[in-house]
């Protein structure tokens, strides 16, 4: 009866262990999420497939809606590379999307993701002739758009202190040299006025004298009006004074102008420089470490090297494999 | 019954997985300056900026490269630079031309130094020639002076330079292109003296 009862749990749990093996095999070979699917075309040109494979997953929104089914690499059409997707018939395949591929950075397998327009358009339905589906347009790749932005902002960048180091060059500095010269000499014809002016002063001060002196001998009889003679006579001379003290002050104003000037002139070109200096570092920094991370991506692409390290063959000279 | 079952099957699934096995040592290996130089008789009076080098992908990575056949290359495996090896000659010319005395003022680019010319400098080829044993190192360096004050390019140059190992491994080939890169970094002092002794007339 004991014995019985063991052949019982021994012959279920064989059958258990068939029916997990069925499911595994059926779930293995994607049976389960066979769909009803529909073929599209897509001609890769521009970007690397690099990492796509039989079986690679594409993704709407980044919701997987089919797979590749094949590819082929054209003979005729020189870096080209035809590449057959099988996609869910419920995935809205608009007119004008577009394909493009992604790579995991880790692994480096590459998927496909498609793009429908933002303005949505009526769905892709028509196969040109000889196709075997519509054809969906190649788009461009994510790191492709990042890396020419990079390139776009150093060039901008570049471009920006190119022109400030033209509006500071040697030519215009010296059209501005030329224009503080010209203020200079005008400021010294100014004060080469001075010398007249004063000897305006003298003459007036030498007919106020005069008038004085004249006064005196008339001094009973126009003595109110030689008073009024003196009394404009010193209001000349001071107004004289005043003017003189002006162009000496504008003289002075003149020249700490020039000298601000200079100080500014150097001071922006300098700073012009050293930033020309940096953005040229940043950018070229920038460009290495771009080569760098896909590199060190490449090498993920492959993690059981990672795991068991470098295959005999690859070994160096003088090395050997433990 | 049923633990031995569970055991057998645990043991069975252990027989799928390989653990990876412990690896030779990684050495690291330093690009050095042979030491002093003789120093120019008059420094010429200038400040000279010398930019990162450039370096393509392949010699991003402190691996050294070896070559065992025409137009391919390999990464040593358990050997390693201490630094990227651009990066080392772009310090090394630097302490170079700071001996030599060519200039009176060197700094790297991007250091906030105005500077009166800027050398610029890409690495071609860095790698151990394995086609025969022992083999010998090549180093490829290209140069261009540029002067900044008016952005012109005043030469470019190729420099080429050899140096046969003395053993057929990693600390033979890191020797060896330790050797000729520091002759290639010679020739470069050279011509710049030559180009600024023309720049003086």
């Given amino acids: ?322 | 019954m049923n633990g031995a079952l569970l055991l057998g099957a645990a043991l069975l699934l252990a027989a799928c997985v390989r653990l990876p096995t412990p690896g030779q040592p990684i050495t690291y290996h330093v690009l050095t300056d042979p030491g002093p130089v003789p120093a120019s008789p008059a420094a010429h009076p200038s400040t000279l900026l010398v930019r990162e080098m450039e370096a393509p992908a392949l010699y991003q990575v402190t691996n050294p490269v070896f070559s065992r056949s025409a137009g391919t290359r390999a990464y040593y495996q358990y050997a390693r630079f201490s630094e990227p090896p651009a990066k080392r000659l772009t310090w090394l010319i630097r302490q170079r031309l700071e001996a030599a005395r060519v200039f009176r003022t060197v700094a790297p680019l991007g250091g906030s130094v105005r500077g009166d010319y800027q050398l610029n400098t890409r690495l071609i080829d860095f790698y151990h020639d394995a086609a025969n044993v022992p083999g010998e190192a090549l180093v490829l360096l290209e140069a261009e002076l540029v002067r900044r004050s008016d952005a012109r390019l005043i030469e470019r140059r190729i420099f080429v330079a050899r140096a046969p190992l003395d053993q057929a491994d990693a600390q033979g080939a890191t020797d060896a292109l330790g050797r000729a890169a520091n002759t290639a970094i010679d020739e470069l002092t050279l011509w710049l003296a030559r180009l600024m002794a023309n720049e003086s007339r």
């Fill in chain 1, 1 to 322: 009866m004991e014995s019985e009862a063991r052949y019982v749990w021994v012959g279920a749990a064989i059958l258990a262990l068939v029916l997990i093996l069925a499911g595994g095999v059926y779930w293995l070979s994607g049976a389960a999420e066979r769909l009803p699917t529909k073929r599209y075309v897509v001609y890769f040109q521009n970007q690397s497939l690099e990492g796509l494979q039989i079986g690679s997953p594409v993704r709407m929104q980044g919701i997987r809606v089919g797979r590749v089914e094949d590819y082929t690499i054209l003979t005729d059409r020189p870096r080209t590379v035809r590449v057959v997707l099988e996609i869910d018939r419920r995935a809205p395949v608009l007119q004008g999307i577009q394909a493009e591929i992604s790579r995991n950075l880790l692994t480096g397998l590459a998927a496909i993701d498609l793009t429908n327009p933002a303005d949505g358009k009526a769905p892709l339905t028509d196969a040109p002739a000889g196709e075997i589906g519509p054809v969906i347009a190649e788009g461009e790749a994510d790191l492709s758009r990042m890396a020419a932005l990079v390139e776009d902002l150093g060039r901008t960048g570049y471009e920006s202190l190119a022109r400030l180091n033209r509006l500071l060059s040697d030519d215009n500095q010296k059209a501005f040299a030329a224009t503080l010269r010209n203020l200079q000499t005008l400021s010294g014809t100014l004060e080469a006025s001075i010398p007249e002016l004063n000897a305006t002063l003298v003459a007036a001060r030498g007919a106020a004298e005069q008038v004085r002196a004249s006064g005196a001998a008339f001094d009973t009889a126009v003595r109110d009006g030689g008073r009024r003679l003196g009394r404009v006579a010193e209001q000349a001379e001071q107004t004289l004074s005043e003017a003189d003290q002006t162009l000496r002050d504008t003289r002075a104003a003149l020249a700490r102008l020039e000298q601000e000037l200079t100080g500014v002139s150097t001071s922006l070109r300098l700073s012009a420089e050293l930033a020309s200096q940096e953005v040229e570092a940043t950018g070229l920094a920038l460009r290495q470490a771009s080569e760098a991370l896909q590199a060190a991506g490449r090498g993920f692409a492959e993690p059981l090297r990672l795991l068991h390290g470098p295959q005999r063959e690859e070994l160096g000279p003088g090395e050997v494999r433990p």
